[in-house]
């Protein structure tokens, strides 16, 4: 855009300067021409002009100047050379124009040439252009009233609200009986009043889980191996029943039928067949979960009791 301004000053200052001398000179031909010839106040317009100039001057369009009238540029393309021959080239420049007065107007698009620091104004012969009225010739010039609203299909069903409320109870009747169960298995959990028997010493267990948990990373098979025995000899202390000799199921069932919590039970149950696949059947756990057995292992220990 600043090129453009400088073009049209350049052009202002020298059509004041050089106005005799460009009497003397015989101006280039140009051809001018504007598709389609009628259009309305805004339709954009194809416009192209063909003028040929000596070699070493190129020439552009100048928007801003008196010549164009009521019509703009809306955009202006690149001049391109269409051929060279006998020292002169011809030159091909296009653009698109809109124009923004009704009826018959016509405009001269002024063409800037530049020659290195010289610049020389080129206003080609008027172009006529029609532009046509929007409106009709009998209509009112006033505007018309809106149309009455009309009702929309796909309005909201009369069974959303009741819906929404359903599950809204639903989702606290859920959250209400999580938390009834909740409570049931800390009261559950919570030791039994009167004295009780200090608990054995858990020195075995201990040093069995802190085997487990040295070889978790490097040597799962390892370290699940002495999960199991740690948590079966455990079982085997606290509830009497003949854990290392029982498959998990087995002794998950011999653990409910023995008093134990069923937690518990099915803690120690998931536990051991866990360690079943790791030892036996060549399952690697991911190292998350590997940490999680381990952490069970050692609630089992704590809770066996």
Do not use: K, N
Not at 8 to 16: E, R, V, Y
Not at 122 to 131: G, N, S, T
Not at 133 to 153: G, K, N, Q, R
Not at 262 to 289: F, I, K, Q
């Amino acid at each position: 855009m600043s090129r453009r301004v400088f073009l049209s000053a350049a052009l202002l200052a020298a059509a004041a300067l050089g106005a005799g001398a460009a009497g003397a000179q015989q101006p280039p031909a140009v051809e001018v021409t504007v598709e389609p010839s009628s259009a309305r106040i805004g339709d954009h317009l194809r416009l192209t002009v063909r003028l040929v100039l000596p070699d070493g001057q190129q020439p552009e369009f100048a928007p801003g100047t008196a010549g164009w009238g009521a019509v703009e540029p809306v955009r202006l393309e690149a001049p391109r050379q269409l051929s060279s021959a006998g020292g002169e080239t011809a030159w091909l420049l296009e653009a698109t124009v809109a124009p923004f007065a009704l009826g018959d107007i016509a405009f001269s698009p002024t063409i800037a040439v530049t020659a290195g620091p010289d610049v020389q104004p080129i206003e080609p012969a008027p172009v006529p252009l029609r532009v046509l009225p929007t409106l009709l010739p009998d209509a009112p010039l006033e505007l018309s009233p809106l149309a009455p609203p009309v009702a929309i299909a796909g309005a909201e069903s009369p069974l959303l609200r009741p819906a929404i409320a359903a599950g809204a109870a639903f989702a606290l009747g859920l959250f209400a009986a999580l938390a009834i169960l909740l409570v049931r298995r800390v009261g559950r959990r919570a030791p039994a009043p009167g004295p009780a028997a200090p608990p054995p010493p858990a020195e075995p267990a201990l040093e069995g889980l802190l085997l487990a948990e040295s070889a978790i990373e490097t040597d799962p098979v390892a370290a699940y191996r002495a999960l199991a025995a740690t948590v079966r000899a455990e079982l085997t202390r606290r509830f009497g029943i003949p854990a290392t000799a029982l498959t998990a199921a087995e002794l998950r069932a011999r653990l409910e039928a023995s008093g134990a919590d069923r937690w518990v039970a099915r803690l120690a149950g998931g536990l051991l067949e866990e360690c079943d696949a790791v030892v036996y059947a060549g399952y690697r756990p991911a190292p998350e979960r590997r940490r999680a057995d381990l952490a069970m292992a050692y609630e089992l220990v704590g809770e066996a009791g």
